[in-house]
C-alpha cells in the first residue's frame, strides 16, 4: 500500500521514479524547510547529489524524507537515529514484498 501512495504522489507532483528534484522541490513536496532538508545532507543522514552548487534528491526519497521527519518529531529523535530507523523500515518493506511475490 505504503509503494502505491508513492507512486500517487509522484504521478501528483508529475516526477518520475527515477528523477532528480533540485532540494527545493523536494523540500515543498513534503512540506519542509529547504534548510531541514539541506541539514540533514550535510549531516549524512540524506543522500543527494550535488550539481552546479545545488543538491538533487532523488524522487524515491520523498517517502525517506517524510519517515525521517515524522520520527524526529513524534519520538524527538536525533536525525541519525530517525535515518537508521528509516533504513530498517524500508528492508522490512522490502522483504514483506519479496514474501508476498512467493505466495
Not at 532540494?23 to 529547504?34: F, G, I, M, P, Q
Request: proline share 3%; charged share 25%; hydrophobic share 40%.
Amino acid at each position: 500500500m505504503a509503494d502505491q501512495q508513492m507512486e500517487t504522489l509522484l504521478a501528483e507532483l508529475g516526477w518520475s521514479p527515477d528523477e532528480w528534484v533540485p532540494v527545493e522541490e523536494l523540500a515543498r513536496a513534503c512540506n519542509l524547510s529547504t534548510g531541514w532538508v539541506v541539514t540533514r545532507i550535510q549531516e549524512k543522514v540524506l543522500h543527494a547529489e550535488q550539481r552546479d552548487g545545488q543538491y538533487y534528491l532523488s524522487c524515491e526519497s520523498v517517502w525517506r524524507v517524510q519517515q525521517i521527519d515524522q520520527l524526529e518529531r513524534q519520538f524527538d529523535a536525533d536525525p541519525h537515529l530517525a535515518g537508521l530507523v528509516t533504513d530498517l523500515m524500508a528492508e522490512v518493506r522490502a522483504l514483506r514484498k519479496q514474501l508476498n511475490l512467493k505466495n
